[in-house]
């Protein structure tokens, strides 16, 4: 019997939380990446107890065992992209750091997590600060929304002078999402060679979203790691990402959830 031959996908290796609703963290980023036609190699980060309104408590991986975790997979697999969410304490900053000095010629995407979407803090001052020292120079895309942002730039003084900053500290690409604005839209704003490249504008949903951050992060990540370009991968994503959340739902009391996977339903479809 001939079996008919399949190309391999390639693999993102996401760096990321898992959050036990499948809105977020790492469930977010198999979703997006295989709709893009990639796959995760998933490395969990940190342990978190939520529901669709707030992060109630997390706990950090120990760092040796998430460099375990991705050693055995990066020694074995090649790995097309990494993709970094939730990190969960400065030993993991410090343990990505020295894996991503190791593997220099693979694109990184970072969405830096600082809060959860119902305000619970993630990340500390410390680790806010690491990010520049540690991540950002091996960094081809940052994905901040406009309050990260600012905390990881807090002298700049304005959004502009924010991505620049990041790209000062070695970030190729900057795209500031502007979904936390007070704008009849949402305007999302892309950076690249120390300029603004460009801006879109979204409609914006009646609703909060618990996940939009990662689907976008973790969709540029796959098609990057399918040969699209940063740039026209970000033009993509949004789409994409937009799209999932027109189509989402509320699975309980708190946000709305991206519904990632929209063009293989049925039901959807017709909303």
């Given at each position: 019997?001939?079996?008919?031959?399949?190309?391999t996908?390639?693999?993102?290796?996401?760096?990321?939380?898992?959050?036990?609703?499948?809105?977020?963290?790492?469930?977010?980023?198999?979703?997006?990446?295989?709709?893009m036609?990639?796959?995760?190699?998933?490395?969990?980060?940190?342990?978190?107890?939520?529901d669709?309104?707030?992060?109630?408590?997390?706990?950090?991986?120990?760092?040796?065992l998430?460099?375990?975790?991705?050693?055995?997979?990066?020694?074995?697999?090649?790995?097309?992209?990494?993709?970094i969410?939730?990190?969960g304490?400065?030993?993991?900053?410090?343990?990505?750091?020295?894996?991503?000095h190791?593997?220099?010629s693979?694109?990184?995407?970072?969405?830096?997590?600082?809060?959860?979407?119902?305000?619970?803090?993630?990340?500390?001052?410390?680790?806010?600060?690491?990010?520049?020292?540690?991540?950002?120079?091996?960094?081809?895309?940052?994905?901040?929304?406009?309050?990260?942002?600012?905390?990881?730039?807090?002298?700049?003084?304005?959004?502009?002078?924010?991505?620049?900053?990041l790209?000062?500290?070695?970030?190729d690409?900057?795209?500031i999402?502007?979904?936390?604005?007070?704008?009849?839209?949402?305007?999302?704003t892309?950076?690249?060679?120390?300029?603004?490249?460009e801006?879109?504008?979204?409609?914006?949903?009646?609703?909060?979203?618990?996940?939009?951050?990662?689907?976008?992060?973790?969709?540029?990540?796959g098609?990057?790691?399918?040969?699209?370009?940063?740039?026209?991968?970000?033009?993509?994503?949004?789409?994409y990402?937009?799209?999932?959340?027109?189509?989402?739902?509320?699975?309980?009391?708190?946000?709305?959830?991206?519904?990632?996977?929209?063009w293989?339903?049925s039901?959807s479809?017709?909303?």
């Amino acid at each position: 019997m001939n079996q008919k031959s399949t190309s391999t996908p390639p693999i993102v290796m996401s760096f990321s939380g898992n959050d036990p609703t499948g809105g977020a963290g790492i469930q977010a980023d198999i979703e997006a990446v295989m709709s893009m036609g990639a796959r995760v190699a998933p490395v969990i980060t940190a342990l978190t107890v939520q529901d669709t309104q707030n992060v109630k408590h997390f706990s950090a991986t120990d760092p040796n065992l998430l460099v375990a975790q991705a050693r055995q997979v990066l020694e074995d697999i090649p790995i097309a992209v990494f993709k970094i969410g939730m990190i969960g304490s400065i030993e993991n900053i410090n343990a990505i750091h020295n894996i991503l000095h190791d593997y220099p010629s693979v694109p990184v995407i970072i969405d830096p997590i600082i809060s959860a979407g119902g305000g619970m803090s993630l990340t500390t001052e410390e680790m806010a600060l690491a990010y520049s020292d540690l991540l950002f120079p091996f960094t081809n895309l940052v994905t901040p929304n406009s309050n990260e942002v600012r905390l990881l730039a807090p002298e700049a003084d304005s959004l502009d002078s924010c991505a620049h900053e990041l790209m000062d500290d070695g970030c190729d690409y900057v795209l500031i999402t502007g979904t936390h604005e007070g704008t009849d839209d949402v305007i999302n704003t892309f950076y690249g060679q120390q300029q603004k490249i460009e801006s879109s504008c979204w409609e914006r949903l009646p609703y909060s979203y618990h996940g939009s951050g990662c689907t976008l992060s973790s969709t540029i990540a796959g098609l990057v790691a399918g040969g699209y370009s940063i740039a026209d991968a970000v033009t993509i994503a949004q789409e994409y990402t937009w799209q999932s959340l027109r189509q989402g739902y509320q699975t309980g009391m708190g946000q709305h959830q991206p519904n990632r996977l929209y063009w293989t339903s049925s039901w959807s479809k017709n909303k």
